[in-house]
């Protein structure tokens, strides 16, 4: 494996998280600042995913087309751009056209993702997009510190944290710019003929939004991608609902909260950062895949019933671990079926956003209704339903239609 693309896109991922995960703590206390309500710091982090779930297919074509360095480039300066707009912005509309942009500019993951399966063989696919993650989140536990350390106890909050997101960007872009094109063009995405059908595909006429849903062509493609929707339905609605859960379960303020985050996070880092990748060596992705969604419906049941904090740091930690082995372990298997890298996880990710999208008002409104108890054992429930389904159909069990070089 060539550690050196890998290496590249875990940094990138790391500092374009990093800005992201900084000026999430602003952005509730500057809409409440300008008279916005509770509904509207929902409606501000839904409208992003959705302008994402509009723009991952495209960015994720333009992979394929272009090549990564091309994508990273262009979609650090558009979120340069919309950073710039929301340190600049004076009112709550404004506000959300940033967001929306910033939600139009995410092609970064994806190009990340796509040269990390460019330059990767099936064999050490799963570790490489482990790794990505815990770049992930290393980002996101770093970017929160220093975000809280930033906004210090100020009541109105202070714009510095969207400031150094300005900066930590610029820094993206350039590492953007180190990229080498010979590394990141799609060449290395598949053998010499598999290559030649992907250049006659890109210039047949298959340029609108719809067409790039080449992934669901197949059977099996399509169930596994279903399936990687709703395992990221259940744990967003749980993203979604936590907060609320502990405070009315446990009478947890926000800084328990955020400290239970942090450890949350710090278990992904530690399985993702190289758990997965072995494990997927030895018993294959499907055997992953498969714990993954185990542990993360027994962590959902317990979280159901957590009336301690041991049974909810228990519950945080299959959860933690259940998303950790179920996401790089079904992206590899996705990756190895599919003949365009850059599409494939430009759908991945826009089936991702679209989860962020519904989740977090969806399922609070069945926790309002129905009660946490209830919303947890139903998405456990439907877990183990889904476990049943994909192990009894086989729907992971088809070999990769082509082969992958190993970089």
Known sequence: MNTKPLLLACLATFLYVLALALIIPFLPFQILAFGGSYASVGGI?????????LSAPLWGRACD???VKTVLLASALLTLLSYTVLFLAPSLPILYAARILAGLAAGWLIACQTLVAQTTDSRQRTRGLGLLGAAFGTGFAAGHALSAWLLGEN?????????????VVLAAIALATTFSRQNTSPKN?????AQKNLKRSLKQGRRGWFDVFVLFQTRTLAAVALVYFLVSLSFHGFEGTFALWVEKTLAFGPREVALLLTYASLVVIVVQGGLVGALARRQGETAVVFLGIACLASGLAFLA???????LLLALTLIAIGISFHNPAMQSLISQRAERQGETFGILQALTSLARTI????????????G????????AVALLLLFVLVKTFALLDSKPSRSVKKA
Do not use: E, H, M
């Not at 009541?155 to 900066?167: D, E, N, Q, R, S």
């Open 65 to 67: 087309r272009w090549g």
């Open 372 to 379: 946490g108890t209830i919303l947890y054992a139903l998405l």
């Open 359 to 370: 989740a977090p008002f969806g399922f609070a409104l069945v926790a309002t209704a129905w």
């Open 189 to 193: 995405s598949a053998n010499d003929g």
């Open 155 to 167: 009541l109105i909050p202070a714009k510095t944290p969207v400031l150094a997101a300005c900066f």
């Open 305 to 311: 019933f957590a009336t301690s904090l041991a049974l």
């Open 45 to 53: 982090f839904s409208a992003f995913s959705a302008a994402s779930f």
